[in-house]
């Protein structure tokens, strides 16, 4: 059973850094397709990131480009997600998601294209 869970959330003012951390445990393949998406209140779940561990693609949303930084640490099984000049805008809970098996981040911003979720760390940005 894979499982996966966030940490490192917090509350930062405009302008701020934060990271967060994506541990994964149990058996997944070592080459597999690690995402981050965020959910703020009453709003749908949207994609920010992606990296392909099999050979270090990463992938971004427009909204997070040159901002935030997506990496695997593959000893670790962890992926990251490092935000730079935070925006209240980035205010959300903060969800991984993996996908096993596959030889590629085919559909990185779809939510249907990872089978596992971690339960989320919220992340606070004050103007």
């Known amino acids: 059973q894979v499982q996966l869970v966030e940490s490192g959330g917090g509350s930062v003012q405009a302008g701020g850094s934060l990271r967060v951390s994506c541990a994964v445990s149990?058996?997944?393949?070592?080459?597999?397709?690690m995402g981050w998406f965020r959910q703020a209140p009453g709003k749908e779940r949207d994609w920010v990131a992606a990296?392909?561990?099999?050979?270090?693609?990463?992938f971004y949303a427009d909204s997070v480009k040159g901002r935030f930084t997506i990496s695997q640490d593959n000893a670790k099984n962890t992926a990251y997600l490092q935000m730079n000049s935070l925006k209240p805008e980035d205010t959300a809970m903060y969800h991984c998601a993996a996908v096993s098996g596959v030889g590629y981040c085919y559909e990185p911003g779809s939510v249907d294209f990872y089978n596992y979720w971690g339960q989320g760390t919220q992340v606070t940005v004050s103007s």
């Open positions: 990296i392909y561990t099999g050979g270090g693609a990463t």
């Open positions: 149990g058996y997944i393949s070592s080459s597999h397709c």
